[in-house]
């Protein structure tokens, strides 16, 4: 058990190390009841805008939500279509979509949304977890593209570098709130981008 939290800690500062320069992502692993924490960087603004769509989630319905208990659908979304939309009463996390098993190893993925805020105190960010068989469970959090306030519709983003050989078994498209108020999501994205 100590070799394997060992082997997480060093895969999480490697995480760490590896990343591009750009802003700043939060990554972490969990083990059981154990979290180590580290923090790396995210990559360019421009990775992923024109990279491979791996997934897209218009967001108009609850085809592929996760967690519909946690949220709502309102008719004010992006473009006049419906958007999932989240009252937060306190700080947490929502669980939006979930990809499946997917080839991208060698890559940085990307999770993007549309995102917009009515009296947000406190912060609201993308979160994307990557289950890694062998591994364990790591994410990324956008701590560098987020909203507050009352805010209109603004692309925000987070990013996890996969080194050749870290294939993920599932990636996990989130929304944390760190405070409350009201706050929609549509148009969400995950991308590949070449590791550079």
Known sequence: MKVRVLLLM??????????????ETETATETGTETTTTTGTSAPAATGATGDILA???ADSFDGVVDREM?????????????LLVEAEEPGGY???STGDIDVEGSLIVYTAMVRSHDLEGEAMLEMWCAIPELG????????SVITGTS???ELRTVFRLEPGQNPSDVMLNLVVNGTGRVWVDDARLTRAPLE
Do not use: I, K, N
């Open 10 to 23: 060093v895969f999480a500062l490697a995480l760490a190390l590896a990343g591009c320069s750009g802003g």
């Open 71 to 83: 949220l709502s659908l309102d008719a004010d979304g992006l473009d006049g279509t419906p958007a």
């Open 152 to 154: 209109d519709w603004t």
């Open 95 to 97: 669980r939006l979509f």
């Open 137 to 144: 469970e790591f994410f990324s959090r956008g701590m560098d």
């Open 56 to 58: 897209a989630f218009s």
